[in-house]
Nanobody, 123 residues
C-alpha cells in the first residue's frame, strides 16, 4: 500500500506560479511511476504529467507542456509539480497518483491516489 498526500494548492492570479507537493508513505516510493492529474468542475479527470521511477523520463499533456515541470526526490519520498504561467483554465483539483509499471497517461492504470488539492487561478 502507498499513501499519498498532496499540498501546495491555493489561489493565484493568472500568470503566477505554484508548486504542488505529494508526499508518499508505505512501500518503496522509488519503484513507482508517479503522475499528476486534475479535474475541473463538470469535467472528467485529465492527465497532467508523469515521471518514471528514476526521474529520467517525463511526459506532459499538451496543455501544460512548457509551463509545468514534474520532478521527484526519492530520498524524500516526494514528487513535485512546478506550475508557472498559470491560466484560469488550469483551475481544478489536482491529484497525485502512483503505479507500478511504466509511465502512463491513463488514470485507470494508476493504483494509488491522493485526496487532491485545489488550485484556483483568477483572471
Amino acid at each position: 500500500q502507498v499513501a499519498l498526500v498532496e499540498s501546495g494548492g491555493g489561489l493565484v492570479q493568472a500568470g503566477g506560479s505554484l508548486r504542488l507537493s505529494c508526499a508518499a508513505s508505505g512501500r518503496t516510493f522509488s519503484s513507482y511511476t508517479m503522475g499528476w492529474f486534475r479535474q475541473a468542475p463538470g469535467k472528467e479527470r485529465e492527465f497532467v504529467a508523469t515521471i518514471r521511477w528514476s526521474g529520467g523520463n517525463t511526459y506532459y499533456a499538451d496543455s501544460v507542456r512548457g509551463r509545468f515541470t514534474i520532478s521527484r526526490d526519492n530520498a524524500k519520498n516526494t514528487v513535485y509539480l512546478q506550475m508557472n504561467s498559470l491560466k484560469p483554465e488550469d483551475t481544478a483539483v489536482y491529484y497525485c497518483a502512483a503505479r507500478e509499471g511504466f509511465v502512463s497517461e491513463r488514470s485507470d492504470r494508476y493504483d494509488y491516489w491522493g485526496q487532491g488539492t485545489q488550485v484556483t487561478v483568477s483572471s
